[in-house]
């Protein structure tokens, strides 16, 4: 009788667990929507996506004009200065002065030969107040020009990695939004197989207590030993305490699950498991063209060898620098009226040429070294791109292959289930009509209990497998859909994805 009660305790416990929350139930694909909405994985893969996008236009800013504000207002002096004498000496003369300068100007760099151009107005005043004497100087208007000389034009490797390091970005957020369902569909499997073993577990000592009370019964009057009573109190005690570490870790999981998909109310997750699963062939070639086609690791091939040129380029441009500055425009007077600054009588053209220069004559070897170290590097990055293209294709290679068979397991553990829980009804039957022992019994049990286990595993390995496929390649063969649309690009400033016409 006190093991009745036990048992009743034990279930009204668990019960209380459960009821005492409010139930919220969800399928696999609420599960995975919650999560792509709300799990921080999304989250910094959307500030990832916003990251890009301005870097983007940061760069794209570089290449249009920019009118420019400079000057210095005020420069006010009141002090002792040093003046240097015609005799060498030099004098400390009290002087209380302003001298501002003021300047607006339109510059503008051509990326094609890095060529910076730029129209200009400039404008300086001085005050001198120790004598209350002002006047004026000025550029109405001028044009210079700015050419280096053997460097490396930034803007023409820039132009092509900015656009590939944006593409880059656009297909990492829906790789990482696929990897954030991968991992929701991960933690519901988790969790529905916990779900499962507790309700194994749950079954197991409601049977277990039946069985034994049949097994006392039977001693009672001489049918049944003493030691078969007391394995299936043993049993009745191990199933116990199973289901109550299977609660336990019904709780934990749940708790992982709600965090990872931002569920912040205290509910108790009943999960829906997908029962039913979708059959259809991948083709290896088919599914690796794909992956080239979409994933961002493939962009980055293509990045890691144009730095590694880049960086030659740079090696062999640091042998010489050398710039070319040319100015031309109209220059007034000192003038005591602002407006005489700007009167064409007043002004006189004026023109500015300048070449500077930096030739090593003698450099120990830099150079040559310099240059050696970037081509070397540039054939340890062709080895690693090389590698790691080779991974990249096992990669794919061992999804596809990975996905077939888990197919064929499905379909195994599948039957394996109907026949075990066929099996075990049919011996528990037999069992209680007194015609097999209990060691038949609880093979039959435990063989139920790891067929259901192994389907549900199948399933997890299934919709793991499938994710997998879909954040390696970005696109979705049981559907038939392409994840990733590169005309498609995402507008924080409207919060909306919008399209782009199609160059």
């Given at each position: 009788m006190?093991?009745?009660?036990?048992?009743?305790l034990?279930?009204?416990?668990?019960?209380?667990?459960?009821?005492?929350?409010?139930?919220?139930?969800?399928?696999?694909?609420?599960?995975?929507?919650?999560?792509?909405?709300?799990?921080?994985?999304?989250?910094?893969?959307?500030?990832?996506?916003?990251?890009?996008?301005?870097?983007?236009?940061?760069?794209?800013?570089?290449?249009?004009?920019?009118?420019?504000?400079?000057?210095?207002?005020?420069?006010?002096?009141?002090?002792?200065?040093?003046?240097?004498?015609?005799?060498?000496?030099?004098?400390?003369?009290?002087v209380?002065?302003?001298?501002?300068?003021?300047?607006?100007?339109?510059?503008?760099i051509?990326?094609?030969?890095?060529?910076?151009?730029?129209?200009?107005?400039?404008?300086?005043?001085?005050?001198?107040?120790?004598?209350?004497?002002?006047?004026?100087?000025?550029?109405?208007?001028?044009?210079?020009?700015t050419?280096?000389?053997?460097?490396?034009?930034?803007?023409?490797?820039?132009?092509?990695?900015?656009?590939?390091?944006?593409?880059?970005?656009?297909?990492?957020?829906?790789?990482?939004?696929?990897?954030?369902?991968?991992?929701?569909?991960n933690?519901?499997?988790?969790?529905?197989?916990?779900?499962?073993?507790?309700?194994?577990?749950?079954?197991?000592?409601?049977?277990?207590?039946?069985?034994?009370?049949?097994?006392?019964?039977?001693?009672?009057?001489?049918?049944?030993?003493?030691?078969q009573?007391?394995?299936?109190?043993?049993?009745?005690?191990?199933?116990?305490?199973?289901?109550?570490?299977?609660?336990?870790?019904?709780q934990?999981?749940?708790?992982?699950l709600?965090?990872?998909?931002?569920?912040?109310?205290?509910?108790?997750?009943?999960?829906?498991?997908?029962?039913?699963?979708?059959?259809?062939?991948?083709?290896?070639?088919?599914?690796?063209?794909?992956?080239?086609?979409?994933?961002?690791?493939?962009?980055?091939?293509?990045?890691?060898?144009?730095?590694?040129?880049?960086?030659?380029?740079?090696?062999?441009?640091?042998?010489?620098?050398?710039?070319?500055?040319?100015?031309y425009?109209?220059?007034?007077?000192?003038?005591?009226?602002?407006?005489?600054?700007?009167?064409?009588?007043?002004?006189?053209?004026?023109?500015?040429?300048?070449?500077?220069?930096?030739?090593p004559?003698?450099?120990?070897?830099?150079?040559?070294?310099?240059?050696?170290?970037?081509?070397?590097?540039?054939?340890l990055?062709?080895?690693?791109?090389?590698?790691?293209?080779?991974?990249?294709?096992?990669?794919?290679?061992?999804?596809?292959?990975?996905?077939?068979?888990?197919?064929?397991?499905?379909?195994?553990?599948?039957?394996s289930?109907?026949?075990?829980?066929?099996?075990?009804?049919?011996?528990?039957?037999?069992?209680?009509?007194?015609?097999?022992?209990?060691?038949?019994?609880?093979?039959?049990?435990?063989?139920?209990?790891?067929?259901?286990?192994?389907?549900?595993?199948?399933?997890?390995?299934?919709?793991?497998?499938?994710?997998?496929?879909?954040?390696l390649?970005?696109?979705?063969?049981?559907?038939?859909?392409?994840?990733?649309?590169?005309?498609?690009?995402?507008?924080?400033?409207?919060?909306?994805?919008?399209?782009?016409?199609?160059?």
């Amino acid at each position: 009788m006190k093991k009745v009660i036990l048992l009743l305790l034990l279930f009204i416990g668990l019960a209380q667990v459960s009821f005492s929350q409010e139930k919220r139930v969800l399928t696999l694909e609420e599960v995975i929507q919650l999560a792509r909405q709300n799990s921080r994985s999304a989250k910094r893969a959307q500030t990832q996506r916003t990251l890009g996008y301005w870097s983007y236009n940061v760069y794209k800013s570089q290449l249009k004009p920019q009118l420019l504000l400079r000057g210095t207002l005020p420069n006010y002096t009141n002090r002792s200065i040093p003046v240097p004498q015609p005799d060498g000496t030099i004098d400390f003369v009290s002087v209380n002065q302003n001298n501002s300068t003021l300047g607006l100007g339109l510059e503008q760099i051509l990326p094609w030969t890095n060529t910076t151009v730029s129209f200009e107005s400039n404008l300086a005043r001085f005050d001198n107040f120790s004598d209350d004497n002002k006047y004026y100087q000025g550029d109405p208007v001028g044009v210079s020009i700015t050419q280096p000389l053997f460097t490396v034009n930034q803007f023409k490797w820039d132009k092509k990695t900015e656009p590939l390091r944006y593409e880059q970005s656009k297909r990492s957020y829906v790789q990482d939004m696929e990897q954030a369902s991968q991992t929701a569909a991960n933690l519901f499997f988790r969790l529905l197989v916990e779900q499962k073993n507790l309700q194994i577990a749950l079954q197991n000592a409601q049977k277990n207590d039946t069985v034994f009370k049949v097994e006392q019964g039977r001693y009672n009057i001489g049918t049944s030993t003493e030691d078969q009573l007391l394995q299936t109190e043993l049993d009745l005690l191990t199933s116990r305490s199973d289901a109550q570490q299977a609660q336990l870790d019904v709780q934990s999981l749940s708790l992982e699950l709600r965090n990872f998909i931002g569920l912040t109310e205290n509910v108790d997750l009943e999960l829906i498991a997908p029962m039913e699963v979708a059959v259809f062939d991948i083709d290896y070639e088919t599914a690796l063209q794909y992956a080239k086609d979409n994933r961002a690791e493939y962009l980055d091939f293509q990045l890691q060898r144009l730095e590694a040129q880049r960086n030659v380029a740079t090696a062999r441009a640091s042998r010489f620098n050398a710039s070319i500055s040319a100015s031309y425009g109209f220059s007034s007077l000192q003038k005591d009226n602002l407006g005489e600054v700007y009167m064409s009588e007043f002004n006189a053209p004026g023109s500015l040429f300048r070449l500077n220069f930096n030739v090593p004559i003698l450099d120990g070897g830099r150079n040559k070294a310099r240059m050696n170290e970037a081509y070397e590097r540039q054939k340890l990055t062709e080895f690693t791109v090389d590698q790691s293209m080779i991974t990249f294709e096992q990669e794919i290679s061992n999804a596809v292959r990975n996905f077939k068979q888990i197919i064929e397991q499905i379909e195994l553990a599948k039957k394996s289930e109907e026949i075990a829980l066929k099996r075990f009804e049919i011996t528990n039957g037999r069992y209680l009509a007194g015609k097999v022992d209990i060691l038949t019994l609880t093979n039959a049990r435990s063989g139920k209990d790891q067929a259901i286990r192994s389907y549900v595993s199948a399933l997890q390995q299934y919709w793991d497998a499938y994710y997998e496929l879909r954040t390696l390649t970005l696109y979705d063969f049981k559907d038939g859909v392409l994840l990733y649309n590169e005309l498609l690009e995402y507008d924080p400033k409207t919060d909306s994805i919008i399209e782009k016409a199609k160059q």
